[in-house]
């Protein structure tokens, strides 16, 4: 296992702390053994070294004590400061950034997945080449990564074919993107509404996910994964609930924010992150047990509306409620304190999920000819059936349906409550 010191410079942001926790949950995440913690208050940063060259000689102890073989910044360094703190220390130098496009190199399992953190790697690494044939050259043989080892297939190459590269891998991350944007609108069609879960990493939007199939019954056999883990989920999931009622919504499960998502990373992801932006109803899962948990709703608001999401109505998920003594009485309106883990809460959240979606739903009483009978077949799937009579004329329903079908099936409608 790699063994790393762990780096930050404290430029009196009220957030540092917490961002450090964050860091070692980011290192572990990816298979590194945090050793040590060095900070270093600093009222600006270095431009050689990002922190101040007799930190930099601390360090180097540390390293030599523990035989650390990496040491990891809170920051996005430079290609020189990498360079020289190479130098410096004799190990390998990784940023926040390396680190999570490490971590997602390693998880990403689809065909898109890859293609979206290769391209963002690509992007990363390019200004840092030059730090990168020296750091290699000194250590032949040293630890690899997996972003490392992606950087030795670098060398390789020049510039102009990485950049060619780049512009490959874009063309056909288009291409899925687009096929995406064809399923997404064949989805709209069915006029299932859709409804996004959203929010930090490791709040539990997965578990909520599972949680919310198996309060309803639906799509059992097709749970996803849930883990204590920093970006434990990278690919979209899209599941069908249907509700006792019948009516129905599709609920969709993709990757967490974190605080400094790398830019590279938030615009290779945008397809991916795009699912948001379709959605009727957004879903954003809070981990309210966090005494940081403000900070994340801000960072994760303001991912969203980097991504573009504006306008959908959002119900506030405040989870890991378990974990609280007193549940202080929410600022938000539209917010409900649930344990998605314990399953407590599930059915106030699916009640603001209804009405949010199904408000617009209308009653109504039909008489559908026999020679209809698919009609009546189709509302049995997709409406909510309060009656059912057969007489001379055909049969007679009461019922409760979508607008949309309202309208559709209007012909057959003979009266409509108000
Ligand atoms: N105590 C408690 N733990 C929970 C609750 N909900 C989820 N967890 C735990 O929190 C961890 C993360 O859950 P996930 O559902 O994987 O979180 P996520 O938001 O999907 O995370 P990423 O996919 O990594 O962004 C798991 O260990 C869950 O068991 C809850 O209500 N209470
Ligand atoms: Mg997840």
Not at 51 to 76: C, H, P, Q, R, S
Not at 390 to 415: A, H, I, M, P, Q
Request: aromatic share 6%; hydrophobic share 35%.
């Amino acid at each position: 296992m790699q063994r790393a010191v762990l780096v930050g410079a404290n430029l009196g942001d009220p957030g540092f702390e917490k961002s450090m926790e964050e860091l070692e949950g980011l290192a572990q995440a990816c298979d590194i053994e945090p050793v040590d913690t060095v900070v270093q208050k600093l009222e600006t940063l270095n431009a050689g070294y990002y922190i101040g060259m007799g930190k930099v000689k601390e360090i180097k102890i540390l390293v030599d004590m523990y035989g650390a073989d990496t040491v990891i910044f809170n920051d996005e360094l430079s290609p020189s400061q990498i360079r020289n703190l190479e130098e410096a220390l004799g190990c390998t130098i990784m940023d926040r950034t390396g680190l999570i496009l490490e971590i997602f190199a390693r998880r990403a399992k689809t065909r898109e997945a890859k293609l979206q953190v290769e391209t963002a790697n690509l992007q990363y690494m390019l200004p840092r080449l030059v730090g990168l044939r020296k750091s290699l050259e000194q250590q032949a043989g040293g630890v690899g990564t997996t972003n490392r080892g992606a950087g030795e297939k670098l060398l390789e190459l020049n510039r102009r074919q990485i950049q060619n590269r780049i512009s490959r891998l874009n063309a056909e991350l288009d291409e899925i993107s687009a096929q995406r944007n064809t399923q997404r609108k064949q989805r709209k069609k069915t006029g299932i509404p859709i409804v996004s879960l959203v929010g930090y990493t490791n709040a539990g939007k997965s578990t909520i996910m599972n949680a919310l199939l198996e309060e309803t019954n639906s799509e059992q056999d097709k749970k996803v994964f849930e883990k204590d883990m920093l970006f434990a989920t990278l690919e979209t999931s899209v599941r069908r609930i249907t509700l006792p009622d019948k009516k129905a919504f599709l609920l969709t499960d993709t990757v967490g924010f974190i605080d400094k998502l790398p830019h590279n990373l938030v615009k290779a992801f945008r397809s991916t992150l795009e699912e948001a932006c379709e959605a009727d109803l957004i879903i954003h899962v809070v981990d309210c047990s966090d005494k940081d948990y403000r900070r994340q709703i801000e960072v994760t608001e303001r991912t969203l509306k980097e991504i573009g999401v504006w306008g959908i109505p959002i119900i506030y998920a405040l989870n890991k409620a378990d974990k609280l003594d007193i549940k202080p009485a929410s600022e938000r309106p539209d917010s409900v304190y649930i344990s998605a883990k314990y399953r407590t809460g599930l059915d106030t959240l699916l009640g603001l999920i209804k009405k949010r979606l199904f408000g617009n739903y209308v009653r109504c009483n039909m008489l559908i000819p026999y020679k209809d009978g698919d009609v009546v077949s189709y509302l049995n799937q997709n409406a909510n059936i309060i009656r059912t009579e057969y007489d001379g004329d055909g049969t007679r329903l009461s019922l409760e349906l979508r607008e949309s079908d309202f309208n559709r099936f209007k012909k057959f409608v003979v009266s409509r409550h108000k």
